[in-house]
Structures are given as C-alpha cells and as structure tokens.
C-alpha cells in the first residue's frame, strides 16, 4: 500500500510540474504573412471605375524578366534605378482594352526623371506631377513609383483619371523634384522641357554627344536638361553635378575636346558644370550661363 502511495504521489507531482513548464513555455508565433508590395496593391478592384474589370491578374517583371515586357527598352529604365514594373490589363463592357504599368525605381528623384524623359502630352493634377493624351493616355508619378496608362481606343477622359485618382490614392504619397531642376534659370525656359537624368542616354534623343560617355556620367552623377528659346532660337541648357569638381572639370575638358558641333559655351562652377547647346552666338547664351552656374 505504501509503495502505490508513493507511486500515485510521484504521478501527480509530475503532472503538476509538467503543467508549470507549459505554462513558462510561450506558444511558437503565428506565421507571418510577407507584406504586400504598395505597387500591387495599388491597382483597382473590379468595378472601382464603373463599366471596367480586370482581365487576368497582376503580372510582375525584375531585372532579370523586364525583357519579356519591353525588349530592346530595358536599358532606358536601368539608368533609372529600376527595381520592378507591376502590369494589369482591365477591359469595359464594349471590349476597349486600358493597360496599367506602375514602375517602381530606386528613389523619388529616378521617378521623376523617368516621369520627365516621356513627357509628350497635356499637363493633369494627379500624384505630384501628371502628363495625358486626352481619351487615351495617362502618367503620373509619387514617391518612387511611375503609374502609366494606355487604352486601345479612346474612353472617356472621366475614366482615364478615375483609374489615376483610384492608383495615385493607394500608393505611398511623397516624393519632390530634384534640386538641380529648380536650379534652371525661369527666364525664356520651354514649359515642361525639362529632363532629369543620371546617364547619358536619357538625353540622346535632344542632344548627341558621339554615345561614348565623354562626361564620364554614371548613377553618381545628377544631371538637367532643358531647352530654352532664344533669339528665336531654340537652344538647351545642360546641367551636371558630380561628386566632386576635380570629376566636373574632368567633364568640361572632354566636352570641350569632343569635337560637339553643336557646343556654344561651356564652364564649371566647383562640381557643378554648365554647357549650352545650339546654333546662336555665343554673346546670346552666355548670360544663361552664368545663371545657371550661380
């Protein structure tokens, strides 16, 4: 009898330890779930813009699949800070297809500079800064991000800004011009002719300066570009900070020795150089510069 007493008094002071140890021993946590990216999230549900729905689901591209979107265009999204494009197609209820591209960059200054090499329409309040195709067209960019929409046909201008209002309401607000663009002188400057960049190859299409790099430009470097009527003349005015000025007059002696037709004037103020492009004298730019330089 005594030996079951102390086999039955064994049993429970176990239990009661073991019930003291889990009460000490935290439960292993929930899984989490991985947040879900504000470019994907941004896109609107069915019927958020009335006659509209969604025809098949988000698509996304990295740097390693963005050539399956855009072959042979890649590269002009590299040079700013490309991480990942989010793509969705949406139909109405007459067949009309609008296809929605949101670009996520690097940094608020590589959308606006992404947003500013395409501009080519009419501007529109929507996000910090928008450009549109009345009926068939619509950019904008905020924060990081570039939102562009394309229909097929023309819509409805209402619907091409309520998809915008709907994108630019959901994605994170933010984001302010570069600097260096609020540097270019107001006077006789072309509306909406501004170009931010990093790389040489944003600008080819205004200016050629023989595609080898001869300012030595790279993601370090800031740069702006912008035409400016003069004298009757359009002539454009480039701006670019380097990291430092042993680097922009490194830049300006090259430029000076390329050979550049359409070279006026140049000149460097520490790291920041200064060049005016066209075909007018130099006494009629040289003011510009200065100005800029200041």
């Known amino acids: 009898m005594r030996r079951l007493t102390h086999l039955l008094f064994a049993i429970c002071y176990l239990l009661f330890a073991i019930s003291l140890l889990s009460g000490c021993i935290s439960a292993p946590p929930e899984p989490t779930q991985p ?11 069915a019927d958020a813009v009335q006659g ?18 855009v072959d042979g265009q890649a590269d002009f999204f590299f040079v700013y800070g490309f991480e990942q494009v989010a793509v969705r197609r949406y139909v109405n209820r007459d067949g009309t297809v609008l296809d929605i591209h949101i670009w996520q960059l690097a940094q608020p200054e590589d959308a606006y500079g992404l947003f500013s090499a395409g501009i080519a329409g009419e501007p529109v309040a929507i996000g910090n800064e928008g450009d549109a195709d009345p009926e068939r067209r619509l950019v904008f960019w905020q924060d990081r991000y570039v939102a562009q929409l394309f229909a097929r046909k023309d819509i409805p201008d209402a619907d091409l800004q309520g998809f915008g209002a709907a994108i630019s309401a959901a994605l994170p607000s933010g984001g302010e011009r570069p600097a260096l663009v609020d540097q270019l002188p107001a ?42 009527e003069v004298g009757g003349a359009t002539v454009r005015l480039l701006l670019i900070e380097y ?15 390329g050979d550049i037709d359409s070279l006026i004037v140049a000149d460097v103020r520490s790291n920041l150089l200064g060049a ?19």
């Open 276 to 294: 005016v492009f066209g075909e007018v004298d130099e006494a009629m730019v040289s003011a510009l510069l200065e100005v800029a330089l200041e």
């Open 187 to 228: 006077e006789d400057l072309v509306p909406r002719s501004a170009i931010f960049f990093h790389e040489e190859l944003s600008i080819q299409n205004e200016i050629w300066l023989g595609g080898e790099n001869i300012l030595g430009l790279s993601q370090e470097t800031d740069g702006v570009l912008a035409r400016y």
């Open 243 to 257: 990291p430092d000025a042993e680097a922009a007059s490194a830049g300006l002696a090259a430029l000076e020795g």
């Open 52 to 69: 509209w729905t969604p025809n098949g689901e988000v698509e996304t591209f990295d740097s390693e699949t963005i050539f399956a979107l």
């Open 35 to 45: 947040a879900v990216s504000p470019m994907i999230s941004a896109f609107p549900s």
